[in-house]
């Protein structure tokens, strides 16, 4: 469907479309699941886009048009087991050895490991400055376990990558960029997707509440037809509506190169906010019903769950806010 690297030119097998349309296409997307959105927002903004944006002209004819067609599935590795919000401690990190590199470490949390043929992984070299490497699936030492028991984005395959003396030729290190700015572009990216996504599973639960509440009956008359259950409808459409125009302005300024990352994080907080909150709504528009598997309800709000901590915490992006606006750094 073209779900994978939008954005990404046409010549090298993406969709060549604006970020509007890409926008758009992650809101339908998650309307049907956070697990399926995820899953084209790690392939799309975190695998392709930095091949794309860093990669050498041979590294772009040999991944592109592949992931763009899901021939192969990729994954991007930036969290470590002990750090997740504060990426720049991370102790993945290689040594030259002539024509490769030798890469160790372990990456969690990683979206789409368990399938991934390749690897998009953040590792410090010996000055400790940070690149990405592209890592393929069969690399000896290389293995990626699948992380079990997860309650929430059940429809997205979770697992490690575990690095042990793994050989990497040079070729496979992205040229183009040095530094957290790497994982952090990238970031802004699927941030801005994540922004559009969760107002498409927010859709699902007010459409599911509205149809419920107008067929289910109470006091003889239809739910719907009692003040608070349509404060409850009109709110969720308006924070909708307003979630809708933020991303579409932001839409605009992404397609003129104008977009900041503070105004992603603005964003895709504000939308994982109103989406939480209008799944708790709709959960209780429905009763008892609200909580069975019959209605989407749940398994949206479980997914939130994910989307609000993944990408940069909600408390992240509020201090992104808070910096941009201040001038003061709250996060040390
Ligand atoms: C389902 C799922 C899929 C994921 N997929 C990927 C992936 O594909 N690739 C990848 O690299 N990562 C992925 N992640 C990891 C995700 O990005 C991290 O979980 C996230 O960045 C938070 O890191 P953490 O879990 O280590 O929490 P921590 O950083 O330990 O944070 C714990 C709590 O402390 C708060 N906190 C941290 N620092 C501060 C501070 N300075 N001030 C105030 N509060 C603070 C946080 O807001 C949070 O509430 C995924 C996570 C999940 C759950």
Request: hydrophobic share 35%; proline share 4%; charged share 20%.
């Amino acid at each position: 469907m073209g779900c994978f690297g939008p954005t990404v030119p046409t010549e090298y097998g993406g969709g060549g479309l604006d970020y509007i349309s890409y926008g758009l296409m992650m809101q339908e997307l998650e309307r049907g699941d956070s697990g399926v959105r995820s899953t084209a927002s790690v392939q799309g903004s975190l695998v392709m886009y930095p091949i794309y944006a860093y990669g050498s002209e041979q590294q772009k004819q040999k991944y592109l048009p592949r992931l763009a067609s899901g021939e192969w599935l990729g994954c991007f590795g930036l969290t470590e087991p002990d750090h997740g919000s504060d990426p720049g401690g991370m102790l993945t990190h290689f040594e030259d050895a002539g024509d490769l590199v030798v890469l160790n470490g372990s990456k969690m949390w990683i979206s789409n490991a368990p399938f991934a043929q390749v690897a998009v992984v953040w590792a410090k070299d010996e000055k400790g400055e940070v690149h990405g490497l592209i890592v393929e699936r069969g690399m000896e030492g290389f293995s990626t376990p699948t992380t079990h028991n997860k309650w929430s984005l059940r429809a997205s395959a979770t697992g490690e990558l575990v690095f042990d003396h793994v050989k990497v030729p040079k070729e496979n290190i992205l040229p183009g960029v040095k530094g957290l700015k790497g994982p952090l572009s990238c970031l802004t990216k699927a941030r801005y997707g994540i922004a559009w996504g969760v107002i498409g599973a927010a859709m699902d639960c007010y459409d599911t509440a509205l149809r419920y509440a107008k067929q289910r009956e109470q006091f003889g008359k239809p739910i719907a037809a009692f003040q608070l259950q349509q404060k409850k409808l009109a709110e969720m459409v308006t924070e909708i509506t307003k979630a809708q125009l933020l991303n579409w302005r932001l839409g605009v300024l992404m397609n003129e190169g104008k977009a900041t990352p503070q105004q992603v994080s603005m964003a895709k907080r504000n939308s994982c906010e109103i989406a939480t909150n209008i799944c708790r709504d709709a959960r209780q528009v429905l009763g008892g019903m609200g909580i069975t598997g019959e209605y989407p309800i749940m398994r949206h709000m479980m997914n939130l769950e994910s989307v609000i901590t993944y990408e940069g915490t909600h408390d992240i992006h509020l201090l992104i806010t808070g910096l941009d606006i201040t001038g003061e750094n709250a996060f040390k």
